[in-house]
């Protein structure tokens, strides 16, 4: 892969964006090597920490390449696919974002489970100054995770959140000075790392499954109380020792 890093680890994998002269842009290339990556996760899932390089998460998609697309290429979606197949992976994401995540960079980050920001991170959708919509999920998914207000203010305001703002919306988990934020995402999944990963899998695609409470929830538990790994949790909690 030439535009992403994969370090695939017993209990996580970690995803690093490169590249450096486009300050990250999400390239066809790109798209492709992200793919190979979900796939990767499909057939094995762990948890995944997504992360940009050199003081930038990503500069959106690339926008050498969204000049020359029309019609038929704005309807295949490759972006918005690509971002939805990354929030459905079967595992937690974890996005960590240092410095810029502008519009497709956005909505990537926009697309995992969690982010966690340095203090230079900046959120921004700027795709109207380009005479262009936010087609990869920001429209939906950022309304979804801070409110319709916000999301307006961001989508059509041209208004920035930068780490501190967009902590206080809840959109990042943490904020931390740039050079703690991998230890600081990796003690995320590190927790993670210690829950079941049956139970996370699960809690996943309840938290994300439209419409169907309190039935699947129902389900999903039903499934993982018959788990012998819960029945060892439960066990070492009852015994003193510590479930997490
Ligand atoms: N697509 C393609 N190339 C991009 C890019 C993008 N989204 N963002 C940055 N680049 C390229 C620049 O064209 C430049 O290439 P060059 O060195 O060949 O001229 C290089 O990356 C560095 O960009 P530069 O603007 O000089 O870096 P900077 O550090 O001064 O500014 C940004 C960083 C992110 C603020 C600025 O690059 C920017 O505004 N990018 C576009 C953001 C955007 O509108 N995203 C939405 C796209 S839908």
Redesign the pocket.
Known sequence: MSTVTVEERDDRVVVTLKRP???N?VNMEMIGDLHDVCALLEASPKPMLLTGSDG?FA??????E?AARGREEALQGFNSRLFDRVSRLPQPTVAAVDG?A????AELAFACDIRIASQTAVFGN??P??G?IAAAGACWRLAGLVGASVAKQVLLGGIRLDAERAHQLGLVADVVPAVELPGAAHKLLDRMARSSAAALRLTKLVVDSPGGHPHVDDLAQAVLFETTDKRDRMARFLDGGRAR
């Open positions: 002269d486009a300050r842009a930038v500069a959106g998609a690339d926008i050498a969204l810029y502008l519009g497709g960079g700027p795709e100054g380009l262009i």
